[in-house]
């Protein structure tokens, strides 16, 4: 039996400015992808961590050096407006260039989603996934036909292809090959919002005061300094051989980039900045593991719980323990 389709309306074209520029960015501004390990659940217990400097407003700055979907740092940008200065920053460089996108041109972005969200809802749900396979095929295609490190128009049609795909596919993921092409799977959704025009407008607002970076994580050097907090949710380290999903990106992030990350973290500790970072808890599997306890040794680790939900299997989510490391 077919689906039954609440259409999308198409944005009136004669929507004033107020409406758009006041209205609707006045919305909570939050993740406009599906990110997998996102921090949305964590939130409350993420902030009940925060530096009491943050509340005091001596923290003038925020760096989030593994982007990602970006829960937390949206969440820091609303709440606590003392902090003037964000750098946000992520190895995987079309996730920077959606988030540069937004930055720089939310309306075409939009007008694009809009014309594909409106195809999409007209098709039979045969025709759907043929839809979703042929974008796919498309944004791969033209993997190495786009400057990567340059603002220009073909982005924004890229960023609207990516968010497509990430609103179609399968558990919402974002995960890719060795050769860094999109090999996530339709997910067969039933009525997917592809085009939430409000919320892109509020993160295009807060991203008007964000410097957006493509690199390694310690491209955020220069801009951490005794004033800044730094949240970093890098990769998390495989419970088991089976475990593993950490391609959101070509570059793997194994174990040694793991002791390079705990260096950085020592590196910024000795700065002054306030840092907290997240991470996987190896004794979920082995009680002997003390891989994190050993590498950030010295540093206060508390241990929090968080729903698994990137296997497919229902039977195999539930809650799990997490560590949260700080330095303060």
């Known amino acids: 039996m077919e689906k039954e389709k609440n259409k999308p309306k198409r944005v009136s074209e004669v929507q004033t400015s107020y409406i758009l520029n006041f209205v609707e960015v006045s919305k909570i501004a939050k993740p406009f992808l599906k990110w997998a390990g996102g921090k949305g659940q964590l939130l409350d217990t993420l902030d009940s961590l925060l530096p009491v400097e ?8 925020y760096a989030e050096p593994f982007i990602g979907g970006g829960a937390f740092f949206f969440h820091v940008a609303q709440n606590y407006p003392d902090i003037g200065e964000f750098f946000i920053s992520d190895v995987n460089p079309e996730l920077i260039l959606v988030y540069k996108t937004i930055q720089s041109d939310v309306e075409n972005l939009i007008l694009q989603l809009e014309e594909i969200e409106l195809e999409y809802h007209d098709l039979s749900d045969i025709k759907q996934k043929k839809f979703f396979y042929n974008k796919r095929d498309e944004f791969n295609k033209n993997l190495t036909a786009i400057d990567l490190t340059r603002f220009q128009s073909e982005w924004v049609t890229r960023a609207a292809v990516l968010i497509f795909l990430n609103r179609t596919c399968f558990n919402g993921l974002f995960r890719v090959n060795s050769k860094g092409a999109f090999n996530v799977p339709f997910g067969d959704h039933n009525n997917p919002k592809i085009c939430d025009a409000a919320n892109l407008r509020s993160v295009s607002l807060l991203l008007q005061k964000t410097r957006i ?3 390694e994580f310690e491209i955020s050097k220069d801009f951490i300094d005794d004033k800044t907090f730094v949240y970093f949710d890098p990769p998390y380290r495989p419970l088991s051989k089976t475990s593993n999903f950490n391609s959101y990106s070509r570059a793997e992030f194994g174990d040694e980039a793991q002791k390079r990350l705990a260096k950085y973290f020592a590196t910024l500790s000795s700065k002054g900045a306030k840092l907290m ?5 190896p004794k979920n599997e082995d009680p002997h593991d003390l891989f994190f306890e050993e590498l950030y040794k010295g540093f206060k680790i508390e241990i929090v719980l968080a729903a698994r939900n990137i296997n497919s299997g229902t039977d195999k ?3 799990i323990k997490e560590l949260v490391i700080t330095n303060y």
Do not use: P, Q, V
Request: overall charge positive; hydrophobic content about 15%.
């Open 54 to 61: 943050i509340r005091s407003g001596e923290i003038k700055k």
């Open 277 to 281: 970072l997240s991470n996987s808890e």
């Open 213 to 215: 970076e493509c690199g």
């Open 317 to 319: 989510r539930g809650k």
